[in-house]
């Protein structure tokens, strides 16, 4: 940048962008130094030619850019001479205003006060004549001088002190809008000159044969002397900010009193910040030059009814400063109030309420005397529904903190630990949200926040803490790592503490998990398959607490369970990562017999071979392995020298070992796959079994809790007109189902495959819309020279009647057939809407679905058996009860997943009255002619 007679506005301005991107290379590319710059830009502000705002801009990069710009004292001598030259060349007030503003933060960032007090006297005395004008035009210069003035005295404590006198009549004298930061100045330039006068160490350093001002008198003098700097020296001037001296008057002055009574005649015409501002300077210099409290009589009569934040720290601050002397008992109670509705009121964000609740629990001298009152007071702050988790959790820990300090008043003894778990109830809907909603994170964290509190003295609060956890644990599963993580972080704040009948927090904790699981029953266990073993996994880390019990339990669930059947990989894995945590942590001995008999049940039994296994290598490991070489083994390492990454990293890069060739699509099929049927042999209970069947609901909770799964056995062979050519073996054969909208199916697998011998595989069924479908098949296998290969298979129908199961009742021990005394019950559940709880306790569908009808089936004779005879033999699996002297059967039919069809057969001659009732009236029609060709005789055959 040039001269400016040479360049334009916009040529300025282009050169300004290019520095303020990039400061050196713009003065690199120009061949400029810093102050070649620095007096282009001052000659830029003092040209006539631009407008106001781009001399504005400049002086913002003046100020933003003062290190590179004014980076030694000459430069920004040069700077702040020519600004202030341009105070009496240029007559714009708001220039003038940003040119004092430039010229006070150029003489703080280089401690001008100190290194160039002559220059920072008469840049004062200009700052104080323009606030001795009283032109309606320069209002807004005043109040930008007052903010200057501020600042200074802000940085240099005590830097005007020598003219507060004058400063304080001309506050008098102030009506414009430059009266609120008129206020706010003098109160800092009282609030420092006290801790000066009231501080032995301070000292002048202006001139030698000068002291500090010695007396109030001296400080309140309204002589036009010229201005004197006085500021302290040595410590005092680093602190930017003038720190609370302990040190005060003896006597109170009345020059103080009045300058302190003129200042709050201004406080009806100040903002909230202001006001703020005021009265902490204002509380600082009364108590600094031992003014009574008051002073301040007609401030607090004003602030108590107020509900703006600010101004309620201001009364907060004076009951801290004056306490009894300036408040009373009612007027402290009608604060607390004041602030405990604050935190009530729906336009006030949950940050501001949060701060209010602060002030609270630091104010308990806030609190009625009475217990009543107490109580009544605290009762305000309970947390409510309609509060945020934030504001919930503040809630409740100043209510901890303020119970806290009862002890120290002259109150009745409180129940507090009770008092502090039923304010917990503001969640306790927190059980229909998921473990990693807000909520729940925020209830464990008060629980948490209140045991450190019953640390203080108050073992009751730790002990109702201890069993809010254990209701918890017992009751919603879903928590079970929320609680063990709770007790972690309570073990390691508190390891030694062992006030739960002579044990941590964390082991009576696990141990009551322990025996809950231990209890369990098959239903609770499987519908919190993850949580539980979530515990059984961190049990199982825990050496003093004995294993056998969950494990013996864990085992009869497997057995009696459809989890090996189902083979699921997930729930393998998570079944072997708790095994692995036993093998760890828990003596070979005692957990030899257990944890053996479920590895080799999962070994043997499991449907996932990958978890096959895993859990026959761990069961090795069990067997024959023990100490550090078993713990060397399965600790998890990632160490890139040992044994496993260096087998890997040879299976990775050695070229012996060459990657799978793709799988190759064969277009000639080669392999027949028909439908065998599958007929669930089924035995009716006798009498006497029957009576020690379950009852109703244990049925209805276990039809709910596992849904029925339709099973369709196929036989896959070799075609017999297959060409030749094709593999004489297959191997890690694949039967994989394309994905159906109705259908939920696994794939099977067969190890091997020869034409001699057929393979016979089940596909487990789980229909989302039990209706007639088809599915088409595809199979993957290994060749013998290790190809894979790949075939789709003709499609397979689907029937209505391959979705029918036969009902079972749940035992100790194993499912058994449904027993017929529960028909009845069954058929009036169904019918009957008012006994029928709702579908999350029962099982059964809405009332709406359920339906009760009566259909005639036609019998043509078949060969020598009756209408009856030929009724129980076709609905032999599902018969629940047969009654050979009236003719009559009773069937229970489970449509896969959850529909009951119940039938009550009536047989004649030549046909059969079926009762029907069911749960869900939609499948009727399906039903209907399915059951017309089971039970149609001769007529089943012709179709």
Not at 434 to 450: D, N, P, Q, T
Not at 463 to 483: E, S
Not at 656 to 675: C, I, Q, S
């Amino acid at each position: 940048m040039a001269s400016v007679a040479r360049f334009t506005e916009e040529a300025i301005l282009h050169d300004i962008t290019a520095f303020t991107r990039n400061p050196k290379a713009a003065l690199h590319g120009k061949r400029m130094q810093s102050e070649d710059f620095l007096h282009n830009v001052l000659q830029a502000l003092y040209s006539d030619t631009l407008n106001a705002e781009t001399k504005s801009y400049l002086l913002e990069i003046l100020h933003e850019f003062h290190e590179i710009l004014l980076e030694d004292a000459t430069q920004a001598e040069h700077a702040i001479a020519s600004l202030t030259a341009m105070l009496d060349k240029d007559d714009s007030v708001s220039f003038q205003a940003d040119v004092i503003v430039t010229v006070t933060a150029v003489m703080v960032m280089h401690n001008y006060p100190v290194e160039q007090p002559k220059t920072t006297s008469t840049f004062v005395d200009r700052l104080l004549k323009l606030l001795s004008s009283r032109k309606p035009n320069e209002d807004g210069l005043r109040r930008r001088v007052c903010e200057c003035l501020s600042e200074l005295e802000m940085c240099f404590p005590g830097f005007l002190a020598r003219k507060f006198g004058h400063l304080i009549q001309h506050l008098s004298e102030e009506h414009s809008c430059a009266a609120e930061s008129f206020a706010v100045l003098v109160t800092n330039v009282l609030r420092n000159a006290l801790s000066q006068l009231t501080n032995p160490a301070a000292t002048r350093v202006t001139k030698e044969n000068e002291t500090k001002p010695e007396s109030v008198e001296n400080l309140v003098k309204t002589d036009m002397e010229h201005f004197t700097p006085f500021y302290p020296s040595g410590i005092y001037t680093d602190r930017p900010l003038p720190y609370f001296s302990d040190s005060h008057m003896t006597q109170e002055s009345p020059d103080i009193r009045r300058a302190i009574s003129s200042l709050l005649d201004t406080v009806s015409i100040l903002s909230p910040a202001a006001l703020l501002d005021i009265m902490h300077n204002l509380t600082d210099s009364a108590i600094l030059s031992s003014t009574k409290a008051q002073v301040f009589s007609r401030m607090h009569a004003r602030l108590i009814p107020t509900r703006d934040t600010l101004m309620q720290n201001s009364l907060l601050l004076l009951n801290t400063r004056y306490g009894d002397a300036l408040l009373s008992s009612e007027n402290r109670n009608q604060m607390f109030q004041q602030l405990a509705m604050s935190t009530k009121d729906p336009f006030m964000t949950p940050h501001h309420k949060c701060l209010l609740l602060s002030w609270l629990s630091c104010n308990s001298s806030l609190l009625p005397d009475t217990k009543e009152g107490i109580l009544e007071a605290l009762e305000t702050l309970l947390p409510s529904v309609f509060d945020t988790v934030e504001v919930m959790s503040v809630k409740i820990k100043t209510l901890a903190v303020l119970l806290r300090s009862l002890k120290t008043l002259d109150t009745t003894q409180y129940d507090n630990s009770h008092f502090l778990i039923n304010s917990l109830t503001c969640f306790s809907d927190f059980s229909s949200f998921s473990a990693g909603h807000i909520k729940v994170r925020y209830l464990f964290s008060c629980l948490l926040m209140l045991y450190r509190e019953g640390q203080n003295d108050d073992s009751q609060l730790c002990q109702n803490v201890y069993d809010y956890v254990i209701r918890i644990l017992l009751r919603f599963p879903k928590f079970n790592a929320h609680c063990v993580h709770l007790g972690e972080s309570i073990h390691r704040l508190y390891p030694d503490d062992k006030s739960h009948k002579g044990r941590t927090f964390l082991i009576a904790l696990l141990e009551r998990a322990k025996n809950n699981l231990a209890d369990m029953s098959d239903i609770e266990w499987l519908n919190n398959f993850s949580h539980n073993m979530y515990l059984v996994d961190r049990l199982g880390s825990e050496a003093a607490l004995q294993p056998n019990a969950y494990l013996l339990r864990f085992l009869r669930l497997l057995r009696t369970s459809r989890l090996c059947v189902e083979g699921n990989w997930n729930t393998g894995s998570t079944i072997l990562k708790a095994c692995r945590t036993l093998i760890s942590f828990q003596p070979t001995a005692v957990i030899l017999k257990p944890l053996g008999d479920i590895l080799r049940l999962l070994w043997v039994s499991f449907g996932d071979i990958d978890i096959r296994d895993n859990a026959r290598f761990y069961y090795m490991l069990l067997t024959t392995v023990a100490g550090q070489p078993l713990h060397t083994i399965l600790e998890h390492s990632s160490d890139k020298g040992s044994f496993s990454a260096i087998m890997t990293e040879r299976l990775l890069t050695s070229s012996r070992y060459r990657p799978a060739d793709p799988v190759e699509p064969v277009n000639t099929p080669f392999l027949d796959l028909e439908r065998v049927e599958y007929k669930e042999e089924v035995t009716m209970l006798s009498e006497a079994n029957s009576t020690k069947s379950v009852s109703l609901n244990d049925y209805l909770q276990k039809f709910h809790s596992q849904p029925a799964v339709a099973r369709l056995r196929f036989q896959l062979r070799y075609a017999v007109n297959a060409e030749s050519g094709h593999p004489s073996m297959l191997y890690a054969i694949t039967i994989s189902v394309k994905k159906n909208p109705k259908l939920k199916i696994k794939d099977a697998f067969i190890p091997v495959l020869t034409p001699e011998e057929p393979c016979v595989f089940t596909l487990e069924v789980e229909p989302l819309d039990p209706v007639p479908t088809q599915v088409c098949l595809s199979v993957e296998y290994t060749c013998p020279d290790g190809r894979g290969e790949s075939m789709q298979l003709p499609s397979m129908p689907i029937t209505f009647e391959s979705f029918w199961v036969p009902a079972v009742a749940p035992n100790t021990d194993s499912d058994v057939p449904f027993p017929s005394s529960l028909f009845g019950p069954l058929w009036s559940s169904i019918l009957d809407e008012t006994e029928v709880p709702s579908r999350e306790n029962s099982g059964l569908l809405a009332p709406s679905n359920k339906l009760e009808t009566i259909l005639h089936v036609p019998y043509s004779p078949l060969g020598n058996l009756s209408c009856f005879e030929f009724c129980c033999q076709a609905l032999k699996q599902y018969c629940v009860d047969i009654d050979s002297e009236q003719s009559r059967c009773r069937a229970v039919i489970v449509l896969a997943p959850r529909t009951h069809i119940l039938l009550d057969c009536l047989c004649f001659t030549s046909d059969t009255r079926v009762h029907i009732a069911t749960d869900n009236f939609k499948c009727l029609p399906f039903f209907d002619s399915t059951l017309q060709t089971l039970l149609g005789g001769a007529n089943e055959s012709k179709e």
